[in-house]
């Protein structure tokens, strides 16, 4: 058996071929261009809801994070109230440091808007207009997508792939739709504050939705009866509107390690069903599929790996 570690900065993919049947192993790097770092948020990063003209909500809303308007005055907050807010409401009327504040969150807001909106390279083939701009049924890997016009989910839900530590950053060149009941699904340890939503108008999360990711609006974020969001509805130069809504400003979560495989070494990775992680003895247990399959390694820190053995219908994957 051939046996080969690669080692490598924390946003280094590592990716593992295994023959299972003939147990031949190699491994392979993908190309570090394709990775994408975090978008910088600032000081915008700590509001579940940051708005310009006005946030209004029909109760009961339930907020987790802090919310903020500006430059409206309170006034133009209509039907959120405290109790619905973990957290603090500011308005630029508050003024002093307050409205300072606001003003510095605002700033960073649009820094952060126009850094998602400029990462390169530009995409290209899958990474294209991917589903035809209806996300509904796909399932994406880590990486930089761009939408010419809008983006639609509709259909099916949308899962996202990938470890602790990538980053989906979504270009979209007009409006995002999210049509009613459609689900966001994470898998393979994929977090929702390492997801993107850059919107060149405005964005609309339908009735029941459940949705991740941070959304950056030029205009307008409207969460409709049930949506819920992991993730913040930052609306540059237009209003926030709830209706019955979920907002909590995600976690980021590290240091954690899942398996996912694929039947071709450049196809669609998914959580490798089966496995069991042992982070004391470092070791993953995945069940023998009978074929060919490729195996990646998606971590929040760097890891190495060190064998890839079949044992009695099973593949051990050690690493350090």
């Known amino acids: 058996m051939s046996n080969t570690s690669l080692s490598g900065i924390p946003a280094a993919r590592h990716w593992s071929r295994n023959l299972v049947l003939a147990a031949f192993v190699a491994l392979w790097h993908q190309d570090a261009s394709a990775a994408q770092v975090a978008v910088d948020l600032g000081s915008a990063s700590r509001f579940a809801i940051l708005a310009a003209s006005e946030i209004t909500s029909v109760?009961?809303?339930?907020i987790q994070g802090d919310v903020g308007l500006s430059p409206s005055a309170r006034s133009r907050i209509a039907g959120l109230t405290p109790v619905e807010v973990q957290g603090t409401i500011y308005a630029a009327d508050d003024g002093g440091?307050?409205?300072v504040m606001l003003t510095q969150a605002h700033g960073d807001l649009t820094a952060a808007y126009n850094d998602a909106a400029g990462r390169t390279?530009?995409?290209?083939?899958?990474f294209l207009n991917p589903g035809g701009a209806n996300l509904g049924g796909l399932n994406l890997v880590p990486g930089l997508?761009?939408?010419t016009g809008?983006?639609?989910i509709s259909g099916s839900d949308l899962t996202?792939?990938?470890g602790a530590s990538d980053v989906w950053i979504f270009q979209v060149g007009s409006s995002l739709t999210v049509a009613d009941g459609i689900h966001v699904v994470l898998i393979g340890g994929a977090q929702a504050a390492n997801i993107y939503w850059q919107v060149g108008t405005s964005a609309t999360l339908g009735t029941s939705v459940i949705f991740k990711g941070s959304i950056l609006a030029d205009q307008s974020i409207a969460l409709h009866t049930l949506a819920t969001l992991e993730g913040r509805a930052l609306a540059r130069i237009a209003a926030v509107t709830l209706d019955s809504a979920t907002i909590t400003v995600p976690n980021?979560?590290?240091n954690t390690l899942t398996l996912v495989s694929a039947d071709l070494v450049t196809g669609l990775y998914t959580y490798a069903t089966g496995q069991s992680v042992n982070v004391a003895t470092k070791t993953v247990i995945v069940p023998a599929s009978g074929s060919m399959r490729y195996y990646r390694i998606l971590s929040g820190t760097a890891v190495t790996i060190t064998t890839i053995k079949?044992?009695?219908g099973v593949v051990e994957i050690t690493y350090r």
Do not use: C
């Open 310 to 312: 079949l044992l009695n």
């Open 252 to 254: 980021l979560t590290t």
């Open 150 to 152: 809008g983006a639609l």
């Open 121 to 126: 390279p530009v995409p290209t083939g899958p």
């Open 145 to 147: 997508y761009k939408f």
């Open 97 to 99: 440091a307050v409205a």
């Open 160 to 162: 996202l792939t990938g």
């Open 59 to 62: 109760p009961t809303s339930a």
